[in-house]
């Protein structure tokens, strides 16, 4: 295999694992995320408590599970070593499944959310925020579910 053919697998696998992230966790961390962000007066603070609530809901729905396959890699790296095989492909893998699960499943409907949430003028918008964003979540998940 040529080493474009190589990255393009690496990427592709990544992506295919990446949209495979955890929807309950997603959904519940997303949602309060974007409640936390999600009205037009919230204060900048809320920024950084939400990025937190992010991070620590894809740290235990999803990031730990990513560390321990990094870490059996790690500890397999001296076979493909011996074997002459690159490593860089499982690295690339490894990396977009982690960046890619956190963008999709947390990030973007936490945003995506936080943004409707703000633009709602009745006092409710913490509340169209989460229910967007949990929406949103679980939607993604959903239509990558009935693909196969």
């Known amino acids: 295999m040529t080493e474009v053919t190589t990255a393009l697998l690496a990427l592709r696998d990544g992506l295919l694992f990446a949209v495979q992230y955890n929807p309950l966790f997603a959904a519940v961390t997303a949602a309060l995320a974007a409640a936390l962000m999600g009205y037009p007066k919230a204060p900048r603070a809320r920024r950084e408590w939400a990025g937190l609530v ?20 790690y500890d397999g790296v001296a076979a493909f070593r011996a074997a002459g ?64």
Do not use: E, F
Request: aromatic residues 8%; glycine residues 16%; proline residues 2%.
């Open 54 to 73: 992010l991070l620590a809901g894809w740290l235990v729905g999803d990031g730990l599970r990513i560390l321990a396959r990094a870490r059996d890699y």
């Open 85 to 148: 095989m690159a490593l860089w492909p499982g690295w690339t893998t490894l990396g977009l499944w982690a960046l890619g699960s956190l963008a999709i499943g947390y990030v973007v409907p936490a945003l995506v959310g936080a943004t409707v949430g703000r633009r709602v003028t009745h006092g409710t918008g913490w509340l169209a925020a989460a229910a967007i964003a949990s929406a949103l979540t679980l939607a993604v998940s959903a239509g990558v579910g009935a693909l196969g």
